[in-house]
């Protein structure tokens, strides 16, 4: 792993912090009239997505984070474990549903994933932006309902629910962003 002078903290960058990998979300270099420079980030925990604001001392040094991201596919769920299989080797790796969190609800068989890794333990999952569901049940399409941008709730195959506007039924394929679990487009299958 290698170490960096707090004054090299930037947004995006990986780094330990007591041990565990922690994303830099914000990151401000001060430089005070009187006294010594100092930065000030605002870091998020990967393991337990806790953020915090951290200040440190321009002669510190932080440890980088190094993760392991390997290219991975969703295969299926049983009782509280998401089974994922390696591309390059085929190796499968089990995850219990609660490091896969909200992931879990835009999950299908055969997803390609990224999964990242820290001491050999996965950390999180990275999905595609967007992913392309089956509505399994929704609301009729109410009659006379011509209020701008209405919509209503549907399930979708994976246990989701999702607002879609009052056009879709039952059946119908449509598109979702993964990043904010909205409603993108209908899809042709």
Not at 38 to 61: C, D, H, P, V
Not at 112 to 121: A, H, M, R, T
Not at 136 to 151: F, I, L, M, S
Request: include cysteine; glycine fraction near 8%; charged fraction near 25%.
């Amino acid at each position: 792993m290698s170490i960096i002078d707090a004054t090299e903290i930037r947004k995006g960058m990986k780094i330990l912090w007591e041990g565990q990998p922690c994303l830099v979300t914000e990151a401000q270099f001060v430089k005070p009239g009187k006294g010594t420079a100092f930065t000030r980030a605002r870091i998020r925990n990967m393991m337990n997505g806790r953020s915090l604001e951290q200040t440190y001392k321009a002669s510190e040094r932080i440890e980088l984070c190094s993760l392991d991201e390997r290219g991975m596919e969703f295969l299926y769920q049983s009782t509280g474990e998401w089974h994922f299989m390696d591309n390059s080797n085929f190796e499968q790796l089990v995850m219990s549903t609660d490091a896969v969190g909200e992931a879990g609800n835009w999950l299908t068989e055969n997803l390609p994933v990224k999964i990242l890794f820290f001491n050999d333990k996965p950390i999180s999952i990275d999905l595609p932006n967007f992913v392309e569901l089956q509505i399994t049940e929704c609301e009729p399409a109410v009659k006379g309902d011509t209020k701008a941008n209405a919509q209503k709730l549907a399930t979708m195959q994976t246990g989701a629910t999702v607002g879609v506007p009052m056009f879709v039924d039952n059946g119908e394929w449509i598109r979702i962003d993964t990043r904010t679990g909205e409603y993108v487009e209908r899809v042709k299958r």
